[in-house]
């Protein structure tokens, strides 16, 4: 059975149920997602690299769905993050003994920070990791002889 060839609703869904694992192990916080996008990226390159397409085509399409995965990556943040965001118009909450860290010295700014920080840096980050295993993968996949810079 060779993995490049599979169906890509049924990577797809094995990569959303890998991604939902790493989101609960990681209980909200997304660094095994993050360090996830370099074998995503690997495989996706590998997958394309079959393909007919042109190297443009094929950059695009890398790119194309590097974008999905932190997307699924970006929903979970929201379903996670979102609605505890809602202690900040509670003026009852205690945020300060919430569980995040103090990264700006001011519980409700570092809440705010914590939040910005969850729903949308981790998914860019993921994104970018992605991006960048499946560029370096295309790099050293790219044979001197075959590259035409078109």
Known sequence: ????????KFTFLIYFILDTLFVGIGMGVPILNIIFGFPVGWYITKRLSNSPRNLKENLGVMLKY????????FIWMVIIWVPISTMLINPTADLAHFGIPMILYD???SFIGWI????????????LTTVFAAQVTMWRSLDEN????E
Not at 1 to 8: P, R, S
Not at 66 to 73: D, K, N, P
Not at 116 to 127: A, E, H, R, T
């Open 1 to 8: 059975m060779d993995i490049f060839k599979l169906n890509k």
């Open 66 to 73: 590097s974008f999905y995965t932190s997307l699924i990556t």
């Open 107 to 109: 519980p409700k700014i």
């Open 116 to 127: 910005i920080l969850m729903v949308f840096i981790s998914p860019f980050l993921q994104l």
């Open 146 to 149: 075959n590259y035409r810079g």
